[in-house]
């Protein structure tokens, strides 16, 4: 389930060069495409709690809570928190480059089948006050700061996981150079930066977003290419857009 990168591409292409207006360069249309990506999906979790707020709408395929649940339902993932200094690390923070798609934290839990509960720092203050609420291996409790979760009571120092929303992969419109005149030639080869570093990687968002994304690219290429009218008509779909999912 992903948004196809070529697809996007070449859609855009057409647009902008219909009549001659400009070119986006594979270089400019990856960077772009990465801003774009970003974008919507941090808009989910805005938008999630905007339509918590209204009215609920029960029908099958209307249902905006839902919709939305299913686009960040991609990105939900869980593993291991490794213990560390001072606490747990969130997964994959002990890789080397340090952890790069981790976004959100989730439900941690213990031994499998516990929830830890989130408190601030303030509120461990005064629940080690009394010990009929301070933390303990039956009702155990968490902090969180700079992607190290801290346990307690801290007698805990294993069988913690949590789940987790990652960040998308940055979409890459991945290319070979043919000759004789060594133009750019779409290479559908799955994207790996030491097996396959001229490979190409899908937009990781809900098929449902392929207009949105266009449209929003069209936006930022218009900017690149320095034509105010691709500016302004993507502006405008955008804007209203925005009107309708949000009404």
Known sequence: MAVDVNTVYRTVLLIINKEQRGYLTPDEFNRTAAQVQLEIFNEYFEDLNQQ???PDNDTEYADRVKNLQQKIAIFQTDGACLPTTGGFNVPGALNSPPVTDFYKLGTVIYKDDKEVQYVQPNELLELNLSPITKPSNYWPVYTYKNLIIKVY???ITSGIT???VR???NP????ITSPPNYQYVYNPTQYDPVITPTGSQDFELHPTEQTNIITKILLYSGIIIKDPQIVQVAA???QAENINSKS
Do not use: E, L, M
């Open 236 to 238: 405008q779909q955008i």
């Open 172 to 175: 890459r419109w991945g290319f």
């Open 162 to 164: 949590c789940t987790y």
């Open 52 to 54: 918590i707020r209204v």
């Open 153 to 155: 009571p801290t007698t």
């Open 167 to 169: 960040k998308p992969a």
